[in-house]
């Protein structure tokens, strides 16, 4: 992948009191440790940036940090202040991927969805503004949108959220805004819609949907579809999602502050489909097994992404079939045992 901008570093200073930070301009990357927060992590790093990470290994692993050894790393929880005061001292623009993700995760214990997510967040802003962090990045998710039938989801439908997961991450969206509009702090919202690749935990019961087939289908082992798998995605390769990420910390104030927009393809597919072409690259013979659809689940989620392009100039690079068939390659090679 190629990163042909940088930001921050290059600019001038506007101000006396600001030389010292735009000369040396850290970025903060929360949830360093997880499959979005390294790859955002790992991007930055090799454009010759500063940068600084953040990670409670709730979700994280460590084995997710090798390779971002030049990175400056804080093991600590962004429910407490204390810690999200010690990440942003310094910092120009924070990368907010830290989270408790999962819909069944968030079913199964609210609680700690809601003080990962959405208490995490707001002490995350208060240190950032009190430490005169420029602009934060954040992370939704396309869940905000809810079960409604419309397709393709547009940033102008108004949410419903239907797990308490989707609350918490809608919740620090509006946090982001709030921020803006009353502190004058940047912020940028990109509502993510299923990311997957390299990195991605396969591990859990609550790790994304093609981690777990990748993993299960790779090693033989039958995979479970919850519901009559032609419930559709929109599947997001990891390296779009960072490079969105990358163009919205470059994107202009006036155009992106404030603002919140999706993050995908424009495309999407079911888990049937998904599970063929999985069956291809991996070479499993064998048939999904069915059970019953989880609670809080969504039927079909598909983006508009004409904001991200107009507002960031954002297209995907890399399409679902060459993103997975980089996945499985990972994955086959041993990555995230
Ligand atoms: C939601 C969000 C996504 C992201 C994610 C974080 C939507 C549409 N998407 O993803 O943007 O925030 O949460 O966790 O809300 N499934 C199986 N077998 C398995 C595992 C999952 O069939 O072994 C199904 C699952 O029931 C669902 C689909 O696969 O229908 C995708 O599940 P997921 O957990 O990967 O992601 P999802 O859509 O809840």
Redesign the pocket.
Known sequence: MEYPFRCGLTRMPTDSSKIGRDILSIYLVTGAAGFIGRSIAAALLARGETVRGIDNFSTGRRSNLVGLESMEFIEGDLAEPAACARACAGVEFVFHEAAL???PRSVADPVATNVACVDATLNLLVAARAAGVRRVVYAG???AYGDTPTLPKHEGMLPGPISP??VA?LAGEHYMGAFSRVYGLETVVLR???VFGPYQDPTSHYS??LA?FCRRMLAGEQ?????DGE?S?DFTYIDNVVRGNLLAAAARAEKVSGRMMNLATGNRIT?NQTFEILSGLTGYSGKPAYEP??SG??RD?LADISLARELLGYTPQVDFREGLRRTVEWYRSGGGN
């Open positions: 993700a999962s819909v998710s396309s869940s997961y989707a991450k993510y819609f299923n994304g949907v777990i995979p479970t579809i919850y519901g419930q995605r888990l659809p989880r689940d969504i989620s």
